[in-house]
Nanobody, 120 residues
Framework: VQLVESGGGLVQPGGSLRLFCAASGFSFRTHDMKWVRQAPGKGLEWVSFIDYTGYGRIYYADSVKGRFTISRDNANNTLYLQMNGLLPEDSAMYYC?????????????RGQGTQVTVSS
């Protein structure tokens, strides 16, 4: 299993970023996926979940609901996280992950992460 995140960066409050997760080494189209994040000095936080179909079960943490959108392209083995209305408290390392409880920061596999920094 290989998960490679990209798309992070420095953005001003209120700005947008789109994160990407390229998946390989397993059958992406038959596995549910999630995003989790970890801010410096804090624990791992679950962000969002999407089922293997991409249009069935989709869940968001209350802290990002209405601002973030998770999606996937099963033809290209890619998971996305569109982040709008970014806040300083969204600053964290973001990881795509496979396995674990759908709405918890648990997983069987995780990528190396991509850093998101929201600051003016």
């Amino acid at each position: 299993v290989q998960l490679v995140e990209s798309g992070g960066g420095l953005v001003q409050p209120g700005g947008s970023l789109r994160l990407f997760c390229a998946a390989s080494g397993f059958s992406f189209r038959t596995h549910d996926m999630k995003w989790v994040r970890q801010a410096p000095g804090k624990g791992l936080e679950w962000v969002s979940f999407i089922d293997y179909t991409g249009y069935g079960r989709i869940y968001y943490a209350d802290s990002v609901k209405g601002r973030f959108t998770i999606s996937r392209d099963n033809a290209n083995n890619t998971l996305y996280l569109q982040m709008n209305g970014l806040l300083p408290e969204d600053s964290a390392m973001y990881y795509c992950a496979l396995g674990g409880d759908p709405s918890a920061p648990t997983y069987n596999y995780r990528g190396q992460g991509t850093q998101v920094t929201v600051s003016s």
